[in-house]
């Protein structure tokens, strides 16, 4: 029936059992043979990622905050879209989504996000920082300096009748690396290293104005304005002020990845707390669980021994699918867990149709050796044609959802993708070696009992 058989299931077993590992682990590795200070050879997290409806978290919305009338580019949305992801990244935010919606928008999902509010100071700030010539004028830390630097612009503002406008020596473009010390009074600050070309504009700055005042300003509020008491050649400099620890932190995440190309506002925000996360998880297992029990009663009572074997090729189907998800790192939304039940019921497709032809086979006359061969051949151009038309239907559900920022047509297809492939592998190798081993061991005689002919 299958010459390879032996080979067959013992490739299974090492996968089921791999998986299985995976499944079962919050954290893989192996152990390192050459080395005896207990460094694996090799380690991955594999904790399960679950999204914002199965935890809890914050959605937002963000949008550009300038006219109507002003166009704002493709590049310039996917700079800001980078720079917030960077952003709530250092921030210690793990799996947050952040996708393009439509050409203004932004819409980003912080699964078990704690501090909301941090998260939306952090993604807001343009972060706009430049170095200020104010002269012999001391601005207060925390007041408002008008300077003549406009984002985009390649000439100085002009001032209003009888305002004072403040040049701006060079902005945080310049920076080159950001790093939060302590000073000798234990204050967090913020170091500083400029590339080449800021470098040569700060030393020669400072040379030419020593005793004046060199104004920090971020988004046009000072931060700190010190007096330039020697010229500063070295490329390196230090922001102090009223920092805390966090602030502090916050505004080298800011500094670190850079300005935003343009402001955002937060047009919308949606907090899910974490028992209704729960309690839409809870309720999305117990309904597998029943639907399982449900088809494989089913399974098994109509096709008797094919349906057995069909039950524990979805069961093993399940475990590899969730390790494989578990390893690449794939974030389980409630849309990602209908494209998971979607691609199970193309498995049992798969398996319905084999099935069917193998009972045609049997009533047409032929052994069982010759159904069992036929079945899985001339059922093969169907199950081919289904599941590429799934998988062609995924892929542009795939994107639209990367186009239009659909968060959730994007996760359903995706799962919808790696579930219709794995299913193939299952229906059409798993089953057949479960199958012919079932043959092998029971050797039937009657069809009807043992096939449900």
């Keep these: 029936m299958l010459r390879n058989l032996t080979n067959r299931l013992l490739l299974i077993g090492l996968v089921l059992m791999l998986a299985i590992w995976v499944d079962t682990n919050e954290n893989v590795q192996i152990p390192n043979p050459f080395k005896d200070d207990g460094s694996p050879l090799f380690q991955v997290d594999v904790k399960p990622r679950l999204g914002l409806d199965l935890q809890g978290g914050l959605q937002v919305l963000l949008e550009a905050d300038i006219a109507n009338d002003v166009k704002v580019s493709r590049e310039e949305m996917e700079t800001a879209r980078n720079i917030v992801e960077n952003r709530t990244n250092a921030l210690g935010v793990s799996e947050n989504v952040i996708q393009l919606a439509g050409e203004r928008r932004i819409v980003g999902e912080f699964p078990g996000a704690e501090d909301t509010d941090a998260i939306l100071d952090i993604i807001q700030q343009t972060g706009l920082l430049e170095f200020v010539d104010t002269g012999t004028y001391a601005p207060p830390e925390g007041s408002t300096l008008q300077t003549d630097f406009v984002p985009g612009s390649s000439t100085p503002q002009t001032p209003a009748d009888g305002a004072t406008v403040f040049?701006?020596?060079?902005?945080?473009?310049?920076?080159?690396?950001?790093?939060?010390?302590?000073?000798?009074?234990?204050?967090?600050?913020?170091?500083?290293?400029?590339?080449?070309?800021?470098?040569?504009?700060?030393?020669?700055?400072?040379?030419?104005?020593?005793?004046?005042?060199?104004?920090?300003?971020?988004?046009?509020?000072?931060?700190?304005?010190?007096?330039?008491?020697?010229?500063?050649?070295?490329?390196?400099?230090?922001?102090?002020?009223?920092?805390?620890?966090?602030?502090?932190?916050?505004?080298?995440?800011?500094?670190?990845?850079?300005?935003?190309?343009?402001?955002?506002?937060?047009?919308?925000?949606?907090?899910?707390?974490?028992?209704?996360?729960?309690?839409?998880?809870?309720?999305?297992?117990?309904?597998g669980l029943v639907g399982f029990v449900i088809v494989a009663l089913f399974m098994i009572l109509y096709y008797r021994l094919p349906g057995l074997s069909a039950v524990l090729s979805i069961l093993a189907y399940a475990a590899i699918l969730y390790a494989v998800f578990k390893l690449?790192?794939?974030?389980?939304?409630?849309?990602?867990?209908?494209?998971?039940?979607?691609?199970?019921?193309?498995?049992?497709?798969?398996?319905?149709?084999?099935?069917?032809?193998?009972?045609?086979?049997?009533?047409?006359?032929?052994?069982?050796?010759?159904?069992?061969?036929?079945?899985?051949?001339?059922?093969?151009?169907?199950?081919?044609?289904?599941?590429?038309?799934?998988?062609?239907?995924?892929?542009?559900?795939?994107w639209f959802g990367s186009s239009f920022g659909a968060t959730i047509v994007k996760g359903f297809s995706f799962t919808?993708?790696?579930?219709?492939?794995?299913?193939?592998?299952?229906?059409?190798?798993?089953t057949q070696s479960f199958l012919a081993l079932l043959f092998n061991i029971v050797k039937p005689t009657n069809y009807e009992r043992s096939i449900g002919i």
Excluded: C
């Design 167 to 287: 040049h701006t020596i060079m902005t945080g473009k310049v920076l080159q690396g950001v790093n939060v010390s302590v000073t000798q009074t234990g204050e967090p600050a913020i170091d500083f290293v400029l590339n080449s070309e800021g470098a040569a504009i700060f030393g020669e700055h400072t040379s030419a104005n020593t005793g004046k005042y060199l104004a920090i300003v971020l988004d046009k509020q000072v931060i700190s304005a010190p007096i330039i008491e020697s010229a500063i050649t070295g490329g390196q400099g230090s922001i102090s002020g009223n920092f805390t620890p966090e602030t502090a932190n916050a505004l080298a995440v800011q500094l670190r990845y850079g300005s935003l190309p343009i402001p955002l506002k937060v047009v919308e925000t949606r907090i899910i707390g974490p028992t209704l996360g729960e309690d839409s998880l809870q309720k999305s297992i117990v309904a």
């Design 328 to 398: 690449i790192g794939v974030t389980l939304t409630l849309p990602g867990i209908a494209g998971i039940m979607l691609s199970t019921g193309s498995a049992l497709d798969a398996n319905i149709l084999i099935f069917e032809r193998l009972k045609e086979e049997l009533r047409s006359g032929r052994s069982l050796r010759q159904a069992f061969d036929q079945a899985w051949k001339r059922a093969w151009p169907s199950i081919r044609d289904s599941n590429v038309a799934a998988l062609i239907t995924a892929v542009i559900l795939f």
């Design 416 to 430: 919808l993708a790696i579930g219709v492939i794995i299913s193939l592998f299952s229906s059409l190798y798993i």
